[in-house]
Nanobody, 127 residues
Framework: QVQLVESGGGSVPAGGSLRLSCAAS????????ISWFRQAPGQEREGVAG????????WYADSVKGRFTISLDNAQNTVYLQMTSLKSEDTALYYC????????????????????RGQGTQVTVSS
């Protein structure tokens, strides 16, 4: 089993920055695919960014490319999401999810996999 705990959410004005953390515990493997998702009320969930634990490969949704950065601290088993130039449309509940996948599957499934997930942290951006 894997436990994921997010932190770092909050309220910021448009143009501001936040860094979210996702601390993982349990059975963590090098073949872990870890992603950040977000879901706003009444909307479908959206895969924001994904990272492959084995080699640090990253993928991003077009809506956040150039503004968000996903990174991994292997020693701490923590995944970060650095968010800059925040917009009101970034307001959502953000949560991380993880699954054991090959690199190829991670590249194709990072925005849809959901085997293990945390409870989420709220991000609110005021315009």
């Amino acid at each position: 089993q894997v436990q994921l705990v997010e932190s770092g959410g909050g309220s910021v004005p448009a143009g501001g920055s936040l860094r979210l953390s996702c601390a993982a515990s349990g059975y963590i493997y090098s073949t872990f695919c870890i992603s950040w998702f977000r879901q706003a009320p009444g909307q479908e969930r959206e895969g924001v960014a994904g990272i492959y634990r084995g080699d640090g490969s990253t993928w991003y949704a077009d809506s956040v490319k150039g503004r968000f950065t996903i990174s991994l601290d292997n020693a701490q088993n923590t995944v970060y999401l650095q968010m800059t130039s925040l917009k009101s449309e970034d307001t959502a509940l953000y949560y991380c999810a993880a699954e054991t996948l090959s690199w190829d599957w991670c590249r194709s499934q990072w925005a849809s996999m959901n085997r293990f997930r945390g409870q989420g942290t709220q991000v609110t951006v005021s315009s």
